[in-house]
Every structure is written in C-alpha cells, then in structure tokens.
C-alpha cells in the first residue's frame, strides 16, 4: 500500500472537483520518529514509539480533562497523499481495490485515524503510543476512544430501520 506517488498497473485516477473550502484548520503537529513514507508502518501499535503531538494556540486549553482517558482517537491529514485514485492496487496485493475498501492514505479527503494510548499530556504536548504517520503530519482532532462513552438513551424503535 505504500507509494510514493507513482500510477501501478490497471490503477484509475480521476479529475476532482475543484475543493470546497470546509474551513478546517490544522490544531497541531505530530512529531513521530518516521522521514519516509515507505519506512512508516501501516498502522500504528500500542507497544509501538512513543509520538509527541504538539497542540498549537489557541488550542492548547481544550486539553482539559483528556488525561482521564486511556485511549485516544487521533485524527490527521495525510498531507503527502495524492487524492485522485478511485481504483488503486496495493503493493502487498496486486488485485485492484476501490478506494473506500481500503485504509489506504491516498483518498479524495487524506483524513487517517488511529486510536492510540495515551502516555501523558505535559503543557502543550499529548504522547502517545499508536501512530503511522510522518513527522510533521498536521492534526485535525483528538477525541477520547469512542469505547468510552455509551449512547445517552437506550434503543428506540425505529433505530435500527434502514435510512432512505
Ligand atoms: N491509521 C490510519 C488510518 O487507518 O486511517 C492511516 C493508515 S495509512 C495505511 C498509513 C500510511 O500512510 C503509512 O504507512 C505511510 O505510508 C502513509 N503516511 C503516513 N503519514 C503520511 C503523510 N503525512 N502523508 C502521506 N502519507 C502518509
């Protein structure tokens, strides 16, 4: 699955539409030990090395309480990543995969998630344990582990009936 940025065999690139102006801001900075793509795993492990997610200004208060939670959902942009395979063949699979069947970095959107153990937290800087990106990869939101919140109501009817 990892590329520079090169077309494999049978793979498809589109022309996107021209973006949109979501208003995203980048919150941070994740420093990791990883230069090279092609040196970075392809998802983080919990006994993996120890990341430092530096938190920028104004932001750095919205910390507050995140150190309860063992776990920490970490969501970033893959800012390398080309955004225009619809069809894409990994490199440890040579079948051709559409995009949303894969967690690969190279999407229309390069959003990559991972749920990573919290070490600390020290002023400014979140460590944790988990990641899979570069150094330098900015971030996008941190969000305690969804396993540690249940829905706020039990189950309703109609809850589980398929949207239109
Ligand atoms: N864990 C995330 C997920 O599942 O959404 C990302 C998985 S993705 C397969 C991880 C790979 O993305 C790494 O092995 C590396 O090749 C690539 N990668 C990491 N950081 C990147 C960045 N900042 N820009 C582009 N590609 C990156």
Redesign the pocket.
């Known amino acids: 699955?990892?590329r520079r940025n090169e077309i494999r065999e049978g793979e498809i690139a589109v022309t996107p539409p021209q973006a949109t102006d979501a208003g995203l801001v980048f919150i941070g900075r994740i420093h990791t030990p990883w230069t090279d793509?092609m040196l970075?795993?392809?998802?983080?492990r919990h006994d993996g090395p120890i990341c430092r997610i530096e938190i920028f200004e104004p932001w750095v208060a919205a910390l507050k309480g995140l150190d309860q939670y063992p776990d920490v959902e970490v969501i970033y942009w893959?800012?390398?990543?080309r955004r225009d395979l619809v069809l894409q063949s990994p490199a440890s699979d040579k079948n051709l995969h559409g995009t949303f069947s894969l967690?690969?970095?190279v999407r229309p959107n390069?959003l990559?998630?991972?749920v990573a153990k919290l070490i600390g937290i020290d002023g400014a800087f979140v460590m944790v344990r988990g990641l899979?990106?570069?150094d330098g990869?900015p971030l996008v939101d941190l969000k305690p582990d969804r396993c540690h919140f249940t829905p706020i109501a039990p189950p309703q009817p109609g809850d589980f009936e398929t949207g239109t």
């Open positions: 699955m990892v793509r970075t795993p392809r998802q983080g893959l800012h390398q990543s967690r690969s970095p390069p990559g998630t991972s899979d990106c570069l990869t």
